[in-house]
T-cell receptor, first 114, second 114 residues
Framework: EPEVTQTPSHQVTQMGQEVILRCVPI?????FYWYRQILGQKVEFLVS????????KSEIFDDQFSVERPDGSNFTLKIRSTKLEDSAMYFC????????????FGNGTRLTVT | AQSVTQPDIHITVSEGASLELRCNYS??????LFWYVQSPGQGLQLLLK??????LVQGIKGFEAEFKRSQSSFNLRKPSVHWSDAAEYFC????????????FGKGTMLLVSP
């Protein structure tokens, strides 16, 4: 069964550094998402992306965050200048284009900001 | 705004016993409801979903859930739990474009005792 893959599985960075989290969504999927889960808290929506543009974003997704689909397969989340509170598990997800199609999640990237 | 409440943080069930995980939602329209499971170090795997129609939905791994509009609930059940079911379970309500912007509950950790 096709799956969403995320790299790296764990990323450690220093505060103020830029990080790029990478995702390869399922190949015939058209909608892409980033969610995050701070340790001990809920999984939270960050952003959705369709047709090469952001379709929705949460209040968490401020100017420090950006997303990109640089080629036909990758979907990236960039954090420009990381803060301690950005430490979390970041999940990428994708889905097909019919209403209510379920999200397929990757295994996540654990980001640790020191 | 939509919200999801999972009142039980932890539940311990004996192997072979039945299981019910509670989920209550708040949403202004007909909800799209999901249950996901997360095993340690893994991503979120879809167990089942409810969009419309029959209020009792069947999922993978022998799980089912019942949508009760009058109680704003979508409880997850399994008649006989296996040790491999030990994981964290998340209920979510879908909103936004394609009902795919998910709002998650805080999750219920299921422990299975021998």
């Amino acid at each position: 069964e096709p799956e969403v893959t995320q790299t790296p599985s764990h990323q450690v960075t220093q505060m103020g550094q830029e990080v790029i989290l990478r995702c390869v969504p399922i190949s015939n999927h058209l909608y892409f998402y980033w969610y995050r889960q701070i340790l001990g808290q809920k999984v939270e929506f960050l952003v959705s992306f369709y047709n090469n543009e952001i379709s929705e974003k949460s209040e968490i997704f401020d100017d420090q965050f950006s997303v990109e689909r640089p080629d036909g397969s990758n979907f990236t989340l960039k954090i420009r200048s990381t803060k301690l509170e950005d430490s979390a598990m970041y999940f990428c997800a994708s889905r097909t284009d019919y209403t209510g199609s379920p999200l397929h999640f990757g295994n996540g990237t654990r980001l640790t900001v020191t | 705004a939509q919200s999801v409440t999972q009142p039980d943080i932890h539940i311990t069930v004996s192997e072979g016993a039945s299981l019910e995980l509670r989920c209550n939602y708040s949403y202004g329209a007909t909800p799209y409801l999901f249950w996901y499971v997360q095993s340690p170090g893994q991503g979120l795997q879809l167990l089942l979903k409810y969009f419309s129609g029959d209020t009792l939905v069947q999922g993978i791994k022998g799980f089912e859930a019942e949508f009760k509009r009058s109680q704003s609930s979508f409880n997850l059940r399994k008649p006989s739990v296996h040790w491999s079911d030990a994981a964290e379970y998340f209920c979510a309500v879908g909103a936004g474009s394609g009902y795919s912007t998910l709002t998650f509950g805080k999750g219920t950790m299921l422990l299975v005792s021998p």
